[in-house]
């Protein structure tokens, strides 16, 4: 199975919220039109600004939790290494 490490956004240089699925298509639809209560929905944060494949889920989990706790600019900084104009990157999967 495939998991993913991703990053959404309300702005550029805005809010950010790391999360992990299975299913980054779904998990970003239901952060666009705010199916889940809580964080993101509360800071609108609906833009996809990042993404990394992972194959094993102790990897990915590892890693999401390493991102939430390193220092914000190092958070801006990756980011900005993969889309430097904050796209949307949900555009890319259609």
Same mark, same amino acid.
């Given at each position: 199975?495939?998991? $993913? ?5 309300? @702005? ?18 239901? %952060?666009?039109?705010? +199916?889940?209560?809580? $964080?993101?929905?509360?800071?609108? +944060? ?6 990394? $494949? %992972? ?11 390493? +991102?939430? %706790?390193?220092?914000?600019?190092? @958070?801006?900084?990756?980011? &900005? &290494? +993969?889309?430097?104009?904050? &796209? ?7």
């Amino acid at each position: 199975m495939d998991y $993913f490490v991703y990053i959404m956004t309300n @702005k550029p240089q805005g809010t950010l919220y790391i999360g992990v699925t299975n299913d980054i298509i779904r998990r970003a639809s239901e %952060h666009r039109e705010k +199916l889940m209560k809580g $964080f993101t929905q509360k800071y609108n +944060l609906k833009k996809l600004v990042y993404y990394e $494949f %992972h194959q094993d889920i102790n990897m990915a989990i590892q890693r999401e939790k390493n +991102l939430k %706790h390193w220092k914000r600019e190092w @958070k801006l900084k990756l980011i &900005e &290494e +993969l889309n430097s104009q904050w &796209e949307d990157l949900w555009e890319t999967f259609w």
